[in-house]
């Protein structure tokens, strides 16, 4: 099975002993990693409905990303051609997973507007974006493109994509303000943040201003912006706020396939991640994702 994530770069897959030390030090740092039946007392699935910290929203555990390599307006999933994207969106639908994770770099705005078009109702899917906009009337423009683009009235979450800078709170304001506002007139119902900077990402528990966090995380630190200490404490942070945590790089943009059943497990077993996404570009795989979640928590 092939899985990938949206984010570029690749990384020499990890021998057994590597796997192993890493697997034991990942657990050692966050003691996160359940056993099976004792870290969770309820079962999961990957359509449980997950409640956004104090969002209001809820969506599956388990999302669709629609990003992997994506830039530049096109992503692998938008590269597979309409019909194939847009049928991937409507099986995971009908399999009952619930969240879309989106943005303008994508390309993939149109393709969940067939989608929509087609069998998934708007009100029974969380619709996420992202904006790379850094001024305020480019950030106006954006939300209204992408209400078009998507053909509809909200957004449910719209992120500040891919923030580097631990001083974001301070320079991206007059955008924030824009998202506030728009927020208030109900185009959106919460706006937060996407980051890739161990020291944005710190700011976050600090920021009342951000409803959610999207942040990357699994077991071995790949493709990470710390060490797995470090984002799980900062992860705790945020979640004890309030504010929703949303996971990303769960399969490691694609390097951790082969082991995403540990990965999975240390994810489920985090008590700071609400939901996460993973970019699938078959059926198959998210078929396979599925039935790996199942399989961690037998009836």
């Not at 201003?209 to 990357?216: G, H, S, T």
């Not at 900062?234 to 504010?243: A, E, F, K, S, Y």
Request: glycine share 12%; net charge neutral.
């Amino acid at each position: 099975m092939r899985i990938n994530e949206a984010g570029g770069g690749a990384m020499k897959g990890l021998n057994r002993r590597e796997f192993m030390k890493r697997t034991a030090g990942a657990v050692a740092a966050t003691m996160a990693i359940p056993s099976l039946g004792t870290a969770q007392s309820a079962k999961l699935t990957a359509t449980t409905v997950r409640t956004l910290g104090n969002t209001g929203l809820s969506c599956s555990l388990l999302g669709m990303g629609t990003g992997t390599n994506g830039w530049g307006g096109s992503s692998n999933q938008t590269r597979k051609g309409r019909t194939t994207f847009v049928s991937l969106l409507e099986h995971g639908h009908a399999q009952g997973l619930t969240y879309i994770d989106m943005a303008d770099m994508y390309g993939s705005h149109d393709y969940v507007k067939a989608a929509l078009k087609n069998t998934i109702q708007r009100d029974k899917v969380m619709l996420l974006t992202k904006t790379v906009a850094r001024d305020p009337k480019v950030m106006r423009a954006d939300l209204e493109r992408f209400r078009k683009e998507l053909d509809t009235d909200y957004l449910d979450i719209v992120l500040l994509h891919c923030q580097t800078d631990r001083g974001w709170p301070e320079k991206m304001r007059p955008c924030m303000d824009v998202l506030e506002e728009a927020k208030g007139k109900g185009q959106l119902k919460a706006h937060g943040v996407s980051c890739h900077d161990l020291g944005a990402l710190k700011r976050v528990p600090e920021t009342p201003w951000a409803d959610v966090v999207l942040a990357r995380i699994n077991p071995f630190g790949l493709h990470m912006d710390g060490s797995v200490d470090e984002i799980v404490s900062v992860l705790r942070q945020i979640h004890d706020t309030g504010q929703g945590v949303l996971g990303m790089k769960i399969v490691g943009n694609g390097d951790l396939r082969d082991r995403i059943v540990p990965s999975l497990q240390f994810v489920l077993g985090l008590d700071c991640v609400d939901a996460f996404t993973i970019g699938f570009e078959s059926t198959e795989e998210l078929d396979g994702a599925m039935g790996h979640v199942a399989a961690l928590y037998p009836a």
